[in-house]
């Protein structure tokens, strides 16, 4: 790789801790944080009323966001807090860090749907900044479309596990595209 920078993303339920962490990890590396969730809040407060509202300006803020990400990485580290989610959706992630030349790591956070549910009951009550109500049955349909990540998919990928942290990829097969 050209620099020392390195990208970091996160692949995980919602309500399984990807802010969280995203927040630790821009501490820990003296790295610029990216927040998908504040950015549509602050962009798109009144137009934003469903899951399909979201992937529609989700798009829109990756476009946005990937010259910046890519002219950052040329002098320090970035966390994105965008769900790296699908085995799609991950390519995007590819081609900022091989646009920027930088080492990347994908932060997996497997986490039970129980646990998400009540994490996000909790963040329904405190509502920080680019929080989004979620209700139990568009969790379900948004967590229908997660795929972890696989080892087949090529990404440095570091687990996040409750009791600790480790490097584990699935060693699944990937799952057939359509």
Known sequence: MATPHRLHFMCGKAGAGKSTLALSLARQHDATLLCEDVWLARLYPEELRDFNDYLVYAKRIQKVVAPLVIDLLSRQSVVLDFPANTVQGRLWYRS???????????????????????RIAQRNLARPEGSHQLDEATFMTITALFVRPYESEGFHVVQ??????????STDPPPRQP
């Open 160 to 169: 996040h596990d409750r009791l600790q942290v480790h490097n584990a990829p």
């Open 96 to 118: 900022l860090f091989e646009q920027a030349k930088v080492a990347h790591t994908l932060h997996h956070l497997p986490a039970s749907n129980s646990l998400c549910l009540s």
